[in-house]
């Protein structure tokens, strides 16, 4: 139920569904925040900034008793890693699945995407590096758990997306997607598996498409749609964020798009022969620009935060309407960082 506010120096924990501020984390970045997750088990919070850093922190929880005897749970929070290998502000940061240790993959300006893992506590050394794009890597995705190897997806202000594929060894194999987006792709997500196993990726760029691209029996990633809304040849914006929920239904998906100041839901659903139906469930509106999206874990919520420093959270509050999809609650931006 948590959703992240980003600021110049730290930034705020919100429950989802009541706008609640429920911690308050100070970083230490110099410059501003532009990602922050969670790992898996919630046992590491790892943020990325400006100020070309990437930190990362351990969190826990304990129990305090109060005054009238009730005993509270409190989050407890300790710095725990520097890591400052970009020569340049940081965009991205992604967990991969525990079954491959404590790792972690970033993305900068530097046109760089690095991957991190755990030696020993808080120790975090730098595994991997790939230099291949000529420009921005502007957004990083891992590969759902299932998959044989570990996988990350990466887009370019280049055009291309590289997808990453764990070896042996400490080696990697790198595929290009590429001209995936003429003018530059922004954002990139991958599916979670259904019960039709595929690699499927979603990525959104400045040419305002939302594209889908599958690996076929060749181990190479083609284009498999186009997906917008009817009657439309793209969308009205660039495309500066997708999101696919983590939370698969069987043979379907759904899969978040942010464009201009509209945010469209589309659900996915498999065909015979490996084909895909797509359908658009709703088109909700923020006041502004929609950012990113961002789906809660189990409950179906998806926050969307907007160039106005709000946050808005929806929910399908009808499950009999799959297109019922209203604002359940706002988280505006908190200034104590600011100050």
Not at 148 to 173: K, L, M, N, R
Not at 193 to 206: K, S, V
Request: net charge negative.
């Amino acid at each position: 139920k948590l959703q992240f506010l980003y600021f110049i120096e730290g930034l705020t924990i919100h429950n989802m569904a009541n706008g609640v501020v429920t911690e308050m984390l100070n970083t230490d970045h110099k410059d501003m925040i532009h990602d922050a997750q969670y790992d898996t088990y919630g046992r590491y919070l790892a943020t990325c900034s400006s100020d070309g850093s990437v930190k990362v922190f351990e969190l826990w929880r304990t129990m305090e008793q109060q005054q009238d005897g009730r005993m509270e749970e409190r989050s407890q929070q300790a710095f725990a890693a520097n890591l400052e290998e970009h020569a340049g502000p940081v965009w991205g940061v992604a967990w991969g699945h525990p079954k491959f240790g404590t790792t972690l993959a970033s993305c900068g300006y530097d046109g760089k995407v690095i991957v991190w893992q755990e030696k020993g506590k808080n120790n975090f050394e730098r595994v991997y590096t790939y230099g291949g794009h000529k420009s921005s890597v502007n957004g990083i995705s891992w590969a759902p758990p299932g998959h044989e190897a570990a996988i990350i997806a990466a887009c370019s202000s280049d055009s291309s997306v590289s997808v990453h594929t764990y070896q042996a060894h400490g080696a990697w194999e790198v595929s290009l997607i590429p001209n995936a987006h003429q003018i530059g792709c922004n954002c990139i997500s991958w599916e979670p598996l259904t019960n039709t196993p595929c690699q499927r990726i979603a990525t959104g760029g400045a040419d305002n498409m939302l594209k889908i691209w599958v690996k076929n029996e060749l181990n190479t990633f083609v284009h498999e749609a186009d997906v917008v809304p009817e009657g439309l040849k793209e969308y009205p914006d660039w495309v500066r964020d997708v999101a696919f929920c983590p939370s698969p239904v069987a043979d379907s998906s759904k899969l978040a798009c942010c464009s201009g100041p509209n945010v469209y839901i589309w659900a996915r659903k498999d065909l015979p022969e490996g084909k895909s139906q797509w359908n658009l469930l709703s088109t909700v509106r923020v006041p502004d620009l929609a950012w990113r999206a961002s789906w809660s874990e189990h409950e179906g919520l998806l926050a969307i935060t907007c160039a106005n420093n709000n946050t808005y959270i929806f929910k399908n509050v009808n499950l009999a309407n799959p297109g019922d999809w209203q604002q359940i609650s706002v988280h505006p931006l908190n200034q104590a960082f600011q100050q």
